[in-house]
């Protein structure tokens, strides 16, 4: 079996991962324009959390993000090289969680937070309620190569190369995975993909020991040796520019609830482009690819939501590429 | 005439005694007297996890734990204080039911882990509680109060004390901070050094605390993270040995096996200055020309001293109250 997974993000690594596992005899090329430090998925402070705004269906949602947090926690005992770590934190709100709020079970530790704590961690004033959890964050800089090497050391082939359309694929492929995040907008004409701009701040705030996701899109995340404090979410705004009013917002949300972040100092402020799409596609199509019929599983359009389901949607995209080779393309 | 107060001992309850009364007599005349570098001293090396347990020190804890709580707030990691949560696993449940006694309305979310919670460790004990509570690291947060007392105008004098009297002919007010040494200055044999190890490693991505009984411990601090340690009752030498290495190693990587190849930054011995129970109290002294001045004693405080710091520095405040208005145009 002969398949080429397109995208180096976290989608497209993850996926070609549980591919080598779930099909050890397949030979499978990784092709992608760019890879880490240079991807979407580096900007991402790497935290595992359900997501309501990525996909409307509800139960999915909670499929991957469990399927995620289960593996990403055998990872955190087992490969702890992968920057994959245990953290646990708050989120925010005025209004009350719903204490029925079905993604609780995939998470450890979970509990509400008591308006004590709240007014002695200074968040009463603009948060009156809160839940507490435990949780993974990925620190991209290593998870990411981390994955790519294992890619390679099982067999794995990887190529550089931009494509403007599956048709530059010259190679005869089984499957096609299509990873491509942000850019199956032009790859696969897909229109409802849209950037979702972010810009984040990293600080050197080393006592930070929590994650806190403020009600209001703001949020505190520590990685391994700086904390990301953001952030902005900017529908169809393709500037990858820093805006320095965008990093004056961030910063005085953040130290308006965290007042001793005042005093860290600020190490850098990046920006990348969500994948948006109003949800995620996660399914077969199949193409005619030069003269071949060719079966392409798309795995794209995860919006902000791709390192808390990543591995969730690569393991439903391998079973879907690895179904295409029993059940082949009939006539398109 | 104004009173002069002499502080005995630059360390956490040193410096915190001297601190509480500058911030509750602004104009106070303070001298902190110490008799080695910081480095050296036990207050240097602890990663500070607030941490009970004796119930009868919880009135004290829970006043530090409001002062920590204000400090984190305002001032957070200059100060050397993180909020921090974590677990202690153990198979004895009396010790974990000791520590839901003495701390679980003071800290934040003590609870119970359930059985299926236990296997997210990689050897779990039969039993864990896990709490979110405040670390305040030694190698920071006393030298944030030394900064404070200097602004404060509290004065830094680098002499051993061999004697009260010797203080009393000058100052009115002496506070025993001398931990290990209190005890010399006023004829008390109870105080006993417990050794302790810690073991500094790079590993900043682990931001929980983590301990096996009270003895296996591991506690990120601002910059790395702690393991260790011992309690020897008795023991002072100073420097570590093989064997507490290997000793060290092996019950926290069977705790934590993912630090096997972690990178040592530092090792450190301090001795806890035990007592059975902190000696906190006020008596009244004469020189030997017959000036009167006055002793309060705060020392003893074991493995708690950065726990208690603050609630047993306003017991100073308090007990000073009294001479202080009496003797002083404040």
Not at chain 1, 287 to 303: C, D, F, Q, R, W
Not at chain 2, 201 to 209: G, N, P, R
Not at chain 2, 313 to 319: C, I, K, N, P, Y
Request: net charge neutral.
């Amino acid at each position: 079996m002969s398949v080429c997974v397109v995208g180096a993000g976290i989608i497209g690594l993850s996926t070609a991962c549980i591919l080598q596992e779930a099909e050890p005899r397949a030979q499978i090329t990784l092709i992608a324009e760019k890879f880490s430090p240079d991807v979407t998925s580096d900007i991402a402070a790497g935290i595992i959390r359900p997501y309501a705004d990525a996909d409307p269906r509800k139960e999915l949602m909670i499929k991957w993000v469990a399927k995620t947090y289960e593996r990403v926690e055998k990872m955190a005992l087992s490969t702890p090289e992968f920057g994959a770590t245990v953290i646990s934190g708050y989120d925010l709100d005025v209004a009350p969680v719903d204490p029925k709020v079905v993604w609780r079970d995939c998470l450890k530790g979970y509990r509400h937070v008591p308006k004590r704590e709240l007014q002695d961690l200074g968040f009463y004033d603009f948060f009156q309620h809160g839940v507490f959890y435990t949780t993974f964050s990925l620190e991209s800089s290593r998870y990411l190569p981390s994955l790519l090497k294992q890619f390679q050391q099982y067999g794995g082939t990887v190529r550089q190369q931009k494509l403007s359309s599956l048709q530059d694929l010259k190679e005869k492929y089984d499957v096609i995975v299509n990873c491509s995040g942000l850019g199956a907008g032009q790859l696969v004409n897909d229109e409802l993909v849209r950037p979702i701009r972010g810009q984040i701040v990293r600080l050197d705030a080393p006592h930070i020991k929590h994650f806190y996701m403020f009600g209001d899109d703001h949020y505190v995340i520590p990685n391994s040796n700086t904390v990301v404090a953001g952030g902005t979410h900017q529908y169809d705004d393709w500037s990858t520019t820093i805006r320095a009013e965008d990093t004056n917002q961030v910063l005085s949300a953040n130290y308006k609830y965290l007042p001793a972040l005042k005093k860290s100092k600020i190490v850098k402020e990046v920006c990348g482009l969500r994948p948006g799409r109003s949800s995620v596609r996660l399914e077969r199509e199949d193409l005619m690819i030069g003269e071949k019929a060719t079966p392409v599983v798309h795995n794209y359009g995860h919006s902000g939501a791709g390192v808390s389901l990543h591995w969730g949607c690569a393991m439903d995209a391998a079973a879907l590429a690895a179904d295409s080779i029993h059940k082949p393309t009939s006539k398109i | 005439m104004q009173t002069k107060v002499a502080v005995i001992g630059a360390g956490v309850s040193g410096c915190s005694s001297a601190l509480a009364l500058l911030e509750q007599y602004p104009n106070l005349d303070v001298t902190i007297f110490s008799d080695r570098p910081f480095e050296q001293t036990t207050s240097f090396g602890p990663a500070g996890l607030f941490r009970l347990d004796k119930l009868e020190n919880r009135k004290r804890a829970l006043a530090s734990f409001k002062r920590f709580t204000e400090i984190h707030q305002k001032i957070g990691g200059s100060a050397g204080v993180q909020l921090v949560s974590g677990h202690i696993l153990s198979d004895d449940l009396q010790l974990l039911k000791q520590q839901e006694a003495c701390m679980a309305d003071i800290v934040f979310n003590f609870g119970w882990l359930k059985e299926h919670e236990l296997k997210q460790f990689a050897n779990p004990s039969k039993y864990a509680i896990h709490f979110t509570s405040f670390t305040t690291e030694g190698r920071t947060y006393v030298p944030w109060l030394v900064r404070n007392l200097k602004e404060k105008g509290a004065k830094f004098e680098s002499r051993r004390v061999t004697s009260l009297e010797e203080l009393g002919r000058e100052y009115n007010l002496v506070i025993n901070c001398a931990g290990l040494n209190a005890g010399e200055l006023v004829s008390d044999d109870q105080v006993v050094p417990i050794r302790g190890v810690l073991i500094e490693v790079d590993a900043s991505w682990h931001k929980h605390f983590l301990y096996r009984d009270l003895v296996t411990i591991s506690i990120p601090s601002t910059t790395s993270l702690f393991i260790g340690t011992v309690k020897e009752v008795g023991r002072s030498d100073l420097v570590i040995t093989q064997e507490d290495r290997e000793d060290i190693w092996n019950r926290v990587l069977n705790l934590m096996p993912t630090l096997k190849n972690a990178k040592v930054l530092s090792e450190w011995i301090g001795l806890r200055p035990h007592r059975e129970q902190i000696r906190l109290d006020l008596e009244t002294r004469q020189t030997a020309d017959g000036k009167a001045f006055t002793v309060i004693n705060n020392y003893g405080h074991g493995a708690n001293g950065f726990t208690l710091s603050w609630g047993c520095a306003l017991d100073v405040v308090e007990l000073a109250g009294s001479q202080l208005k009496i003797a002083s145009r404040l």
